[in-house]
C-alpha cells in the first residue's frame, strides 16, 4: 500500500511507527471537491481548524485560498501564522476567554461567533478598552437532531451551543444596543458526521426565516455562516454521506435571492479521509474464544473508536487478493484498559508480529485528540506529496515529557 508515490513500508522504517501520514493531493482535492460544490454561492470555506491543525496541513489550505474557523487562541495563533488573512477567519466556542478575545480583536478578524449574553458583554466590553468594534453572530440553535454521535451532536436544545432559536431576537436587540459590537449575521454549526441532507435542510430553512425577521426589525444581516458538519464515508456498509455536490446545491437553491455571504466551515470532509494512522502488529495473541491483534498504536494516539465506537476501516500494509486464508480478529494497542480496541470482530489476511496495519480515515479528529497516556509520547506526523514526504511534527521523547514535570522539594 502506497501514500501517493511514497511506499508506507519505507515511511515506517525510516520515521517509525506508529505515525499519522496524510496526502497532500487529497486534502488539496477534498477542498477543491467542497470550493466547486459552493461555488455558485458568495461564499468563504472557514476550514474547522480543530479537525487537524498541523501547520502543514493549515499552509497547504491557506495556499489554496481557505479561511479558518479557530475556537481557541492556540488554533487564532495557528491560522495567523501560516498566513491565513484575518479577514477569512471566524472564531467559534462556547467560552472565549478576555485573553482570547483581545487576541482575535487585535488581529482584527472578521467575525466572532458568540454563544451567550455574558460572552456579547464581555466581548463588548473587551473592544471597548481596545477602542474596537467586534463583529458578530450569533451562534443560533436550530433545535435540529443530526450527528453521528451522541456526544458530536450540536443542534438540540439541550445542547450547551449556541442561543436558542427562540431567544435570538431578544439577543440581537440587546447586541444592537451595544456601542462596541457591530452585527454582521447568523450562524449556526449543527453537528458533525450527519450523513443526510435533511438536518441541513431544517437548519437552514429555520435559518433563512431568522435572517428575514431580524432584517425586518432592522438588523444588518450580511453573513451566514452555516457551520460544517458534512459526513464521510468510514466504511462500505454505513450510510453514504451527501456529496458535497448535493449539499452546495441545496444551500444555494435555498438561499438564492437572500442577497448574504455564505460562511462553510468544513473540518472532517476535507481532512478526515486525507490521513492514515500507520501502526505496527506487536503480538498476535490466539485466545480460547479470540484472536487478537495488539498493535503499537493505541487508544491515546487514535481515540475515536473508544471515545464514539467510531468505526475505521483497517486493513494491512501488505496484502493479496488471491485467497489468502483470513482471520477474524479483535484489533487492540497496548494500553491498559479494555477500551483501548480499536475493533472488535474483523475479518483480515492472517496477520503476524512486525506486520504493518493502517487505521483508515484517520486525518480528521486523530493527531489533534491524541494524549500520553500511560506516557507514551505524541506520535509524529508525516505529509506525503508525490513522491516526497516530510515529517511536519516530530516525535517527542519520553524524556521531554519528564522534562515539563516538577518535584517540589517538600515532597
Ligand atoms: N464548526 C464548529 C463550530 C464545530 O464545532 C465543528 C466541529 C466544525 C465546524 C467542523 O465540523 P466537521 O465539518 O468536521 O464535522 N471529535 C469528533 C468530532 C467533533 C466535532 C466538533 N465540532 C469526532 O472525532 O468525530
Not at 4 to 28: D, K
Not at 162 to 175: C, H, K, P, S, V
Request: glycine share 8%; hydrophobic share 40%.
Amino acid at each position: 500500500m502506497m501514500a501517493e508515490n511514497v511506499s508506507l513500508e519505507t515511511i515506517a522504517n525510516e520515521v517509525g511507527t506508529p505515525a499519522y501520514v496524510y496526502s497532500a493531493a487529497t486534502l488539496t482535492r477534498h477542498y477543491q471537491v467542497f470550493e466547486a460544490a459552493i461555488s455558485k454561492m458568495d461564499a468563504l470555506i472557514a476550514y474547522s481548524v480543530k479537525a487537524n491543525s498541523n501547520l502543514a496541513v493549515l499552509a497547504l489550505l491557506a495556499k489554496l485560498g481557505s479561511g479558518a474557523d479557530v475556537v481557541s487562541g492556540g488554533e487564532l495563533k495557528r491560522a495567523l501564522l501560516v498566513g491565513i488573512p484575518a479577514n477569512k477567519i471566524v472564531f467559534s466556542g462556547v467560552g472565549k476567554t478576555v485573553d482570547e478575545m483581545r487576541d482575535a480583536l487585535t488581529a482584527d478578524i472578521l467575525q466572532f461567533n458568540v454563544e451567550s449574553l455574558p460572552e456579547l458583554h464581555a466581548l463588548n466590553a473587551c473592544a471597548k478598552e481596545l477602542s474596537m468594534t467586534a463583529r458578530i453572530a450569533f451562534r443560533i440553535n436550530p433545535d435540529v437532531s443530526a450527528g453521528g454521535h451522541e456526544k458530536i451532536t450540536t443542534g438540540k436544545a439541550e445542547n450547551k451551543f449556541g442561543i436558542n432559536i427562540d431567544q435570538a431576537e431578544a439577543a440581537y436587540a440587546e447586541a444592537a444596543n451595544l456601542d462596541h459590537i457591530e452585527i454582521t449575521g447568523i450562524d449556526m454549526h449543527i453537528g458533525s458526521q450527519i450523513d443526510t441532507l435533511a438536518p441541513f435542510k431544517t437548519a437552514l430553512l429555520k435559518g433563512i426565516e431568522l435572517i428575514k425577521t431580524l432584517r425586518a426589525q432592522g438588523h444588518n444581516i450580511r453573513t451566514f455562516d452555516f457551520g460544517g458538519g458534512l459526513g464521510i464515508p468510514y466504511s462500505e456498509n454505513e450510510n453514504t454521506p451527501p456529496l458535497p455536490e448535493l449539499y452546495g446545491e441545496m444551500i444555494s437553491k435555498a438561499t438564492q435571492g437572500l442577497d448574504v455571504k455564505m460562511i462553510f466551515e468544513p473540518g472532517r470532509m476535507i481532512a478526515g479521509n486525507a490521513g492514515i494512522l500507520l501502526t505496527k502488529t506487536i503480538y498476535v495473541k490466539k485466545g480460547s474464544v479470540r484472536n487478537f491483534i495488539i498493535l503499537d498504536a493505541a487508544m491515546n494516539d487514535l481515540i475515536r473508536p473508544a471515545l464514539y465506537d467510531a468505526h475505521h476501516n483497517i486493513e494491512p500494509v501488505k496484502f493479496s487478493n488471491n485467497g489468502a486464508p483470513t482471520q477474524i480478529y479483535d484489533i487492540v494497542g497496548p494500553v491498559c484498559e479494555t477500551g483501548d480496541t480499536f475493533a472488535k470482530q474483523r475479518e483480515l489476511p492472517e496477520i503476524e508480529a512486525g506486520d504493518l496495519i493502517t487505521i483508515h480515515s484517520a486525518g480528521a479528529y486523530g493527531a489533534v485528540q491524541a494524549g500520553q497516556y500511560n506516557t507514551r509520547p505524541l506520535i509524529p506526523e508525516v505529509l506525503v506529496s508525490g513522491d516526497k514526504y516530510e515529517i511536519i511534527r516530530a516525535r517527542p521523547t519520553v524524556e521531554d515529557i519528564l522534562k515539563t514535570e516538577h518535584i517540589p522539594d517538600w515532597v
